[in-house]
């Protein structure tokens, strides 16, 4: 199966700006992804972006992507504390099968 | 209601029995899948659906079995239960909007002891 990989932790002070980054093994993923899962929640799709588009921005979520690189950013502005929780990248070539990460917690210290 | 809606949310059965995780939609989407998380794993793939005469397994099939009752209901049932299957189950469901972005229930975590 594909390869997809993440850092585990990440710590970031409130109001702070949150990189967390994503690589992949496939370069003919046509769909790439991030979801957050909060305790005791399923996961859910924050934003997707295409694989013939370097960048997408929605409110104060920015996802880039470097394809030559197979790397995959997610980036959140003003880190809050309710944006505490795990967030997994995941890719897909078809839309069919999809390959998740690990995830990568992230904590928002106050 | 929940768009997808998990039940039960929480089970702990013993070795050798047989149980069935069920799962519900009112997305209208036709493509259904299953997996499990565990720790540091990830989410991996049991099975999926893309129709109600269309199943296929994932990565991890072995142990486990589904039926595709309607477009609607997914059932995930686990013949015969051991320990190594515990594990949190979340059923999804996909369509092409949001680029087939699953829409995740809110999961079974399931112990086997």
């Known amino acids: 199966g594909e390869d997809v990989e993440q850092s585990l932790f990440l710590s970031v002070r409130e109001g702070d700006s949150s990189v967390i980054n994503c690589t992949y093994t496939?370069?003919?993923?046509?769909?790439l992804y991030w979801y957050k899962q909060e305790p005791g929640a399923g996961l859910q799709l924050l934003t997707y972006?295409?694989?013939?588009?370097d960048m997408k921005q929605d409110q104060r979520l920015t996802v880039l992507l470097n394809k030559k690189d197979k790397h995959l950013s997610l980036r959140i502005a003003d880190t809050q504390t309710g944006d505490s929780a795990i967030y997994f990248c995941?890719?897909?070539?078809?839309?069919?099968?999809?390959?998740f990460g690990t995830g990568t917690s992230l904590t928002v210290i106050p | 209601d929940a768009d997808v809606t998990q039940t039960p949310r929480n089970r702990i059965t013993k070795t050798g029995k047989r149980i069935m995780l069920e799962c519900s939609q009112t997305?209208?989407?036709?493509?259904m899948y299953w997996y499990r998380q565990d720790p540091g794993l990830g989410l991996r793939l049991i099975y999926y659906?893309?129709?109600?005469?269309?199943?296929n397994k994932g990565e991890i099939s072995d142990g486990y079995s589904v039926s595709r009752q309607a477009q609607a209901k997914f059932s995930l049932s686990l013949e015969s239960a051991i320990p190594n299957q515990t594990a949190l189950y979340f059923c999804?469901?996909?369509?092409?909007?949001?680029?087939?972005?699953?829409?995740f229930g809110s999961g079974t975590r399931l112990t086997v002891v």
């Open positions: 972006i295409f694989s013939n588009m």
């Open positions: 496939d370069s003919s993923s046509t769909y």
């Open positions: 997305k209208g989407h036709d493509r």
């Open positions: 659906s893309f129709d109600v005469k269309d199943i």
């Open positions: 999804a469901t996909s369509d092409v909007d949001r680029g087939y972005g699953y829409t």
């Open positions: 995941a890719e897909s070539l078809t839309g069919n099968q999809f390959y």
